[in-house]
């Protein structure tokens, strides 16, 4: 491919790197004719979003035949700031950067813990782990319906979100949920997030074209070569795929 795409790549890489605030995510990937490898073969596609700061979104996609946490490591040497993810633990511990974690997760683990039928039963800590993250993302979605600017944005969840997330921190401290449950997993991930509201969408969503591609071919092509491929631009969102 054409050097000045990867030349284009590594700029926006860098720019990337100059932000306060990112997302990633990562999901299986099967690549036929890749050399010295089997086709049924799992590799890695690693996505990596600016936040919503208020300036132009950048979103890279970067391919590893494998998960190990020095990929996330080496593609975010030189970030200083806050990266949010899912709960993969190949992001502890990453140099300069404080980890945060997904509301969307945090629910999840919630949902999953309620029994069958018992989804307005208030009582159950798990539908009461629910109604909080719910109050928080209504209140993102006001937020959005407002078009408020990063700067309005941050103000209106000190108003209305901080108090929301001060009682789920006062409630989470004195519930006991057993290891291994739903329940207790969400109690694990929730000391990771950091304490921060923002919710993922924007990095889920950019990720769901990889996976409908896969869903729906079955693998991903190589030509044999390491490089660059063609860029997908959408603007204002610059999407690249690196392999």
């Given at each position: 491919?054409?050097?000045?795409?990867c030349h284009v790549y590594d700029y926006f890489h860098?720019?990337?790197?100059m932000r306060k605030y990112l997302m990633a995510d990562e999901t299986r990937v099967q690549v036929l004719n890749e050399p010295e490898r089997n086709p049924e073969t799992d590799s890695w596609m690693w996505l990596f979003r600016s936040g919503e700061d208020g300036l132009p979104p950048i979103l890279l996609y970067h391919y590893t035949e494998t998960r190990a946490k020095f990929h996330a490591a080496s593609f975010l040497n030189g970030f200083r700031g806050y990266l949010e993810t899912d709960g993969y633990q190949g992001y502890n511990n990453l140099p300069d950067i404080k980890r945060c974690s997904c509301w969307a997760h945090v629910r999840r683990y919630f949902t999953d813990a309620?029994?069958?039928g018992k989804e307005y039963d208030y009582s159950l800590p798990a539908v009461q782990g629910v109604q909080?993250?719910?109050?928080l993302f209504d209140c993102e979605r006001y937020s959005k319906a407002k078009k408020h600017t990063a700067e309005q944005r941050k103000q209106f969840r000190l108003e209305k979100?901080?108090?929301?997330?001060e009682a789920f921190w006062n409630w989470l401290d004195q519930q006991r949920p057993k290891q291994g449950?739903?329940?207790?997993?969400?109690?694990?991930?929730?000391?990771?997030?950091e304490r921060h509201p923002d919710d993922l969408s924007g990095r889920r969503?950019?990720?769901?074209p990889?996976?409908?591609?896969?869903?729906?071919?079955?693998?991903?092509?190589?030509?044999?070569?390491?490089?660059?491929?063609?860029p997908v631009l959408r603007e204002p969102l610059l999407v690249l795929l690196c392999i």
């Open positions: 491919m054409p050097r000045i795409i860098r720019q990337l790197r309620i029994p069958k909080f993250c719910s109050k979100e901080k108090p929301i997330l449950n739903p329940f207790g997993e969400s109690g694990e991930l929730c000391p990771k997030s969503i950019a990720v769901c990889i996976i409908l591609a896969r869903m729906q071919s079955g693998h991903s092509r190589s030509g044999g070569k390491t490089g660059c491929s063609v």
